[in-house]
């Protein structure tokens, strides 16, 4: 079983940044790719981005260029910095990792993160 934490969020004014951070403990033998959802009031949950084993990235457009997402493999953790963050990126973010390796079965999800962005 692996579980995913996740801290840093809070309330900014538009043009600012936050940083999000993602712990996993458990079975880290099932954590390879490791990447951020989020979720706007009244929304599905979309694909912010996620990061490879090997240090790969991808970015959903509307972040592209803003946020960047990084790792720590010895502290088994991922982080999201997020710059010039708008009013449109006020969600709960989650951390989020597909089973990998040996494992098998669902995703693996945070509890998720407000983010609040104000104008």
């Known amino acids: 079983q692996v579980h995913l934490v996740e801290s840093g969020g809070g309330l900014v004014q538009a043009g600012g940044s936050l940083r999000l951070s993602c712990v996993a403990s458990g079975d880290i033998i099932c954590i390879s790719t490791m990447g951020w959802y989020r979720q706007a009031p009244g929304k599905g949950r979309e694909l912010v981005g996620h990061?490879?084993?090997?240090?790969?990235?991808y970015y959903a457009d509307s972040v592209k260029d803003r946020f960047t997402i990084s790792r720590d493999n010895a502290k088994n953790s991922v982080y999201l910095q997020m710059n010039s963050l708008k009013p449109e990126d006020t969600a709960v973010y989650f951390c989020?990792?597909?089973?990998?390796?040996?494992?098998?079965?669902?995703?693996?999800w945070g509890r998720g993160t407000q983010v609040t962005v104000s104008s």
């Open positions: 989020n990792s597909p089973p990998s390796g040996p494992c098998g079965g669902d995703d693996y």
């Open positions: 990061i490879t084993g090997a240090g790969s990235t």
